[in-house]
């Protein structure tokens, strides 16, 4: 990897005006000439349209001041372009159609069941006013704690070639898929385990975490042997461990998400492997993406069944796939559960630390301490959609998880100071991060390190959990694959 002008894989002149212009356009311009159309149009879509301008210039502000040490995978930008491509894998048409399907909407009205959001249209308005500049105000904090640490120091590690890479890959993943073959038996079988899903995954799964965690990783060791592997998509036996690997952490743990991050990582490897951005492989996964969310959720979502209806499965009901995906996603646009959470906290009062106390103590079981707190995702449906009370004990069953933003659940647990804090300290992770990998640009397994970092781990307690279990064990992996030697000392 030596000479190589920039190797966070620099963006071109006409790319950078292209995301410029998607900003401005998709965030603003269309979603604004829609709204002054609208019956409802007013002095509050007025201000929310100010608000929404002011959080796509700071969100645009890297590649608006575009410096030549950036590019498309460093930490400043790559989060922007992830968030473009999460848009329009849920809302692919507004890229067509823009303003019967916009990607912002200014209106003030709400189709969400959140018990919080129903309030008055004044108020309703000044929460939505006030979510957005709370996100503005993350991203200015996360600015200051990026750009105010001029310089941060890099533990010196010691790195050799993999040994026995093709070997030590199949026999992880081999491993972690006979974890999960081991899970689906404990459900009596694949259907079984669909059928379980229904009741509710996290009632289901209740005790199992530790089981699913390393069920989930071998698409981590996938990821090592792409890097080092030469000709990757030309070798069956990596295609095969590939495919292997994903489909068992999306059987493992019953989310699509387990599956397609993984690929969104294997595509940002692929780009840097190649050094130029490849439109193929991205467009083919955002196709994928939206399969993966209407056929697996097709199969999953029949609550009133207790077999799986496999046909759903053929490629003849593809385009029900699709349609699926769609209805889903508008479905979760619509329940609005981030400003919900952020509603319920003005009225409902503060956490309190209580989701960041239950995940920094991830590896306490719950069996030693059953009340040990749950994930904001988990509060936010218990507190805004059915009703609850902070003060309340959660019960074991009945609840899931409704979606809560890293800037949101700082708010919830510690207002607009917690938002502050926790996103400056974001900020100096990143910085941490790029001097980390241009310390260490030549080691193949630290960009997966990097790139898993920073697309993967957002800010929010459960990404914290996430990232340090799957790190945790990638290094003892990288360990028996030759590649980490346990020598540490500065490193300046």
């Not at 507004?94 to 916009?102: E, G, V, W």
């Not at 397609?260 to 490897?269: D, G, R, S």
């Not at 499965?313 to 996603?329: K, Q, V």
């Not at 898993?452 to 990638?474: E, H």
Request: proline content about 5%; charged content about 15%; overall charge positive.
């Amino acid at each position: 990897m030596n000479g190589r002008s920039n190797i966070f894989l620099e963006i071109t002149g006409p790319q950078r005006f292209a995301l410029i212009l998607y900003f401005f356009l998709y965030r603003v311009a269309f979603p604004g000439f829609n709204a002054v159309g609208s019956p409802d149009f007013g002095p509050e879509v007025w201000t929310l349209f100010a608000a929404e301008m002011l959080y796509t210039f700071l969100l645009a502000l890297p590649i608006l001041f575009y410096r030549r040490n950036y590019g498309w995978l460093h930490p400043l930008i790559l989060p922007a372009v992830l968030q473009i491509a999460i848009a329009v894998v849920r809302n692919p048409t507004h890229l067509i159609i823009p303003f019967d399907n916009p990607l912002v909407s200014f209106e003030v009205e709400t189709t969400s069941v959140a018990i919080s959001l129903g309030t008055s249209y004044a108020e309703l308005a000044t929460t939505r006013l006030n979510y957005k500049l709370v996100l503005a105000a993350a991203l200015v904090a996360y600015y200051v704690g990026f750009f105010g640490v001029k310089r941060t120091s890099v533990p010196k590690f010691r790195f050799g070639e993999p040994r026995n890479l093709t070997l030590i890959c199949l026999i992880g993943i081999a491993a972690t898929a006979a974890v999960t073959a081991a899970f689906i038996a404990y459900f009596g079988g694949l259907s079984g385990l669909i059928a379980a899903m229904r009741g509710g995954r996290r009632a289901a799964f209740a005790g199992l975490g530790p089981i699913q965690d390393v069920g989930e990783f071998g698409t981590v060791i996938a990821l090592v042997w792409f890097v080092y592997a030469k000709r990757a998509f030309f070798n069956p036996v990596f295609l095969g461990g590939l495919v292997v690997s994903l489909v068992s952490a999306l059987l493992v743990t019953g989310s699509r998400s387990s599956l397609i991050a993984p690929l969104i990582t294997l595509v940002l490897l692929w780009w840097w492997k190649s050094r130029k951005v490849l439109v193929g492989p991205s467009l083919g996964l955002a196709l994928m993406a939206l399969a993966v969310v209407g056929a697996w959720g097709a199969i999953r979502q029949d609550y009133t069944s207790s077999q799986v209806d496999w046909s759903i499965l053929s490629l003849e009901n593809a385009t029900e796939w699709f349609t699926r995906a769609s209805e889903e996603i508008s479905k979760r646009n619509d329940e609005e559960g981030d400003v919900a959470a952020f509603a319920g906290a003005n009225q409902e009062g503060l956490l309190l630390g209580r989701s960041y106390v239950g995940s920094i103590l991830f590896f306490v079981p719950r069996a030693i301490w059953p009340d040990k707190p749950r994930s904001v995702d988990t509060y936010n449906m218990f507190i805004n959609f059915a009703g609850g009370s902070i003060d309340q004990k959660l019960p074991r069953v009945g609840v899931w998880g409704i979606p809560v933003s890293p800037q949101v659940e700082a708010f919830w647990n510690f207002h607009l100071p917690g938002v502050l804090v926790i996103f400056a300290a974001f900020g100096v992770f990143h910085r941490f991060m790029e001097s980390f990998i241009r310390a260490y640009a030549d080691v193949p397994a630290m960009w997966v390190v990097y790139v898993y970092i920073i697309s993967n781990f957002s800010g929010s307690a459960l990404s914290f959990v996430s990232t340090i279990r799957d790190l945790i064990f990638l290094i003892a992996f990288l360990a028996v694959l030759g590649v980490v030697r346990f020598r540490v000392s500065p490193r300046r």
